[in-house]
């Protein structure tokens, strides 16, 4: 600040002070005790005071001068009680003309454009995947059919994406009984990023003849992947 001055609210006693730069001269400049306000946030311009206030889920003001009371400048429309809050003035700033300026060589960058000591890099976002199947706790019993939402995967870039999965669509593989297997997508985009998803089945035999259970040997589950999942029944 020009005046080399400190200024600070204390959300739990409800006061707006200042001191100098090493601590000494500290003045009280308003009590909120006893009022509908109760400052959090705090930012400082030359010609006014703004703070976050729990109280009027808003935003607050006060002349610096404190000729007049503080009024409620801006009732935020949010789920959540405002907390910081800072300001940036347009004149303070300066513009330079550098790799990743709007409009210059920045319009062959898709996502991120990030300044490097020889120029410029653009960087790519991840693919992402918008669905993925929860870990599945399978009950089989014959006859029955099993299938889930294959997950999609899309480029925040609308780059093209390829999708493969660690089993075969039509295939079959074999999940033995009470145990886990998983299954996983890989997504990959043309610039070779990737993004996986990946969920666990978990296998319970519902109904088998313990007749064969207990001669032939265990039960194990042949599952078909790839939209449909068809359980069959095998004994060892």
């Known amino acids: 600040m020009p005046e080399d001055k400190l200024y600070w609210v204390e959300a739990r006693l409800d006061r707006l002070e200042r001191c100098n730069l090493d601590g000494s001269a500290r003045d009280l400049l308003i009590d909120f005790t006893g009022t509908n306000f109760n400052p959090f946030g705090l930012a400082v311009l030359p010609e006014a005071i703004f703070w976050t206030d729990w109280s009027s889920e ?11 009371e503080p009024t409620t400048f801006l009732i935020a429309d949010s789920p959540t009680r405002l907390n910081g809050i800072s300001f940036h003035r347009r004149e303070n700033y300066t513009y330079v003309d550098m790799d990743c ?5 920045n319009s062959s960058c898709n996502e991120l454009c990030l300044l490097t000591p020889g120029g ?5 976002v991840s693919p992402i995947f918008h669905s993925c199947p929860n870990n599945i706790d399978l009950f089989i019993q014959e006859g029955r059919d099993f299938s889930w939402q294959e997950p999609l995967a899309t480029s925040p870039s609308g780059a093209d994406v390829t999708v493969t999965s660690s089993h075969e669509g039509g295939g079959l593989f074999v999940i033995p009984i009470n145990q886990t297997i998983m299954v996983s997508y890989n997504a990959i985009d043309v610039f070779g990023n990737s993004a996986i998803c990946f969920f666990n089945i978990y296998v319970v035999c519902k109904y088998m003849d313990m007749f064969y259970v207990f001669h032939l ?4 589950c042949v599952v078909e992947v790839g939209g449909g ?7 060892d």
């Not at 808003?58 to 007049?68: H, K, P, Y």
């Open 101 to 105: 300026s709007f409009g210059r060589l």
């Open 229 to 235: 999942v068809f359980p069959l029944f095998e004994a």
């Open 120 to 124: 410029r890099s653009c960087v790519h």
């Open 58 to 68: 808003g935003i607050d003001v006060s002349d610096r001068n404190f000729l007049q």
């Open 217 to 220: 040997g265990e039960c194990t």
